[in-house]
């Protein structure tokens, strides 16, 4: 494998790593404070009320945006676009698995809409991250390219 293939997988990689451990830690901070009940009591009675599956899905799907955004931060000029698609994918057959494995432990509807989700999410992390171009860590409102040239402000002596 070349280098510039073994950083591509990383920049998938890393994307798919933020969401599954944001993911699960929310899963687990949610249920030792009593929020959402164990796993265990999960897969053996259900998950079915609707404000916390609801919740599940709310935060996954956030989660999926973020990850959508690490991906093509990382990707920079890599095509991000390209890796935000293959993570879209990846997530697309993981959830797909997922969701056939929780099948009947939770609704339908979070089931299928776990799914459906993930391509349109992780694309629109991957948007956010295109259209800020990191300027917002950065705090300059000067697009990337002016700031190296002096324009838009300031001199360049």
Do not use: C
């Not at 890393?14 to 687990?28: E, K, M, Q, R």
């Not at 993930?118 to 390219?145: H, I, N, Y």
């Amino acid at each position: 494998m070349n280098k510039q293939a073994l950083k591509s997988t990383g920049t998938v990689l890393a994307g798919l790593g933020t969401i599954v451990v944001l993911s699960n830690g929310t899963d687990v901070l949610l249920e030792s404070t009593g929020i959402l009940p164990p796993a265990l009591v999960q897969r053996q009675e259900g998950f079915t009320t609707g404000w916390m599956v609801g919740l599940a899905l709310g935060y996954r799907t956030a989660y999926l945006v973020v990850g959508g955004y690490v991906t093509a931060r990382l990707a920079r000029r890599r095509r991000p676009r390209a890796h935000v698609l293959v993570l879209g994918l990846v997530g697309t057959v993981l959830g797909g698995l997922g969701s056939i494995a929780a099948w009947g432990i939770t609704p339908a509807w979070f089931s299928v809409a776990t799914v459906v989700l993930g391509l349109p999410s992780v694309w629109l992390g991957g948007w956010l991250a295109e259209r800020t171009g990191g300027r917002a860590a950065s705090r300059d409102p000067r697009p990337a390219s002016a700031i190296g040239r002096g324009i838009a402000g300031g001199s360049s002596i």
